[in-house]
């Protein structure tokens, strides 16, 4: 057990819709990423934040978006779904910003029928 | 570029066997870390080393080992004794310090373990 939770751990939703994972870091961790795993893409860096700023962006849509909250949690929206963001997605945290190792939680799966 | 390779799709061994699962990456930065991360069937990815681009010393724990190599830009990884857990996709990873600590994933490589 890493110590980062993420739910829901699956998700089923329609074509158009919207949805919202939610991630929370281990203790004490400052940072927290988002990546989605597909099987044409890899394991793909979407976006970091840090302290709820924003510290990185990576290939990440715009129908996308993330915040990081006061208590450093973590939301990763997903809107205007489409067939092919089916994935999984993996939040992951580490203690400060910079060349730490990363501990990931367990993902959610999300399909988009 | 960052760019992390890792040529072999799948592997597979018998129990006992040792294996190497090969990692390449490309870098302009000079202060980088490599890591490599294990995905059982679970799916959960686990968190096995990280190395920085200043220490070339090979790294022993238990069954894993690890060779990094400047020179030739790898990263190798080494399970001695394989056992039927060792079962799982092994990723490598780049963070390069002027992208922050984003990771580079490679394809991963798929290692079977047969008893």
């Known amino acids: 057990d890493s110590g980062v939770t993420q739910t829901p751990k699956h998700l089923i939703t329609a074509t158009g819709q919207r949805v919202t994972l939610r991630c929370s870091p281990r203790?004490?961790?400052?940072?927290v990423y988002w990546y989605q795993q597909s099987l044409d893409q890899g394991l793909q860096f979407l976006i970091q934040?840090?302290?709820?700023?924003?510290?990185a962006k990576g290939n990440i849509l715009e129908r996308f978006s993330a915040q990081q909250f006061p208590d450093l949690h973590s939301e990763l929206n997903l809107s205007s779904l489409e067939l092919g963001d089916s994935a999984l997605y993996f939040c992951?945290?580490?203690?400060?910003?910079?060349?730490?190792?990363?501990?990931f939680g367990p993902g959610t799966r999300l399909t988009v029928l | 570029a960052q760019k992390v390779t890792q040529a072999q799709t799948e592997i597979s061994v018998v129990e006992k066997e040792d294996v190497t699962l090969d990692c390449v990456y490309e870098?302009?930065?000079?202060?980088?870390?490599l890591f490599w991360y294990k995905q059982p069937p679970s799916g959960e990815l686990v968190f096995l080393i990280r190395?920085?681009?200043?220490?070339?010393q090979n790294e022993i724990s238990g069954r894993y080992s690890w060779n990094f190599q400047k020179s030739t830009s790898s990263f190798n990884f080494t399970i001695t004794a394989s056992q039927v857990v060792d079962s799982a996709v092994y990723f490598c990873?780049?963070?390069?310090?002027?992208?922050?600590?984003?990771?580079?994933f490679g394809a991963g490589t798929i290692l079977r373990v047969k008893s």
């Open positions: 990873a780049l963070s390069e310090r002027r992208y922050g600590n984003k990771l580079v």
């Open positions: 992951a945290s580490s203690p400060s910003g910079t060349f730490n190792e990363q501990f």
């Open positions: 870098t302009r930065d000079t202060t980088y870390y």
């Open positions: 934040y840090y302290n709820g700023e924003e510290r």
């Open positions: 203790s004490g961790d400052l940072s």
């Open positions: 190395r920085n681009s200043f220490d070339e």
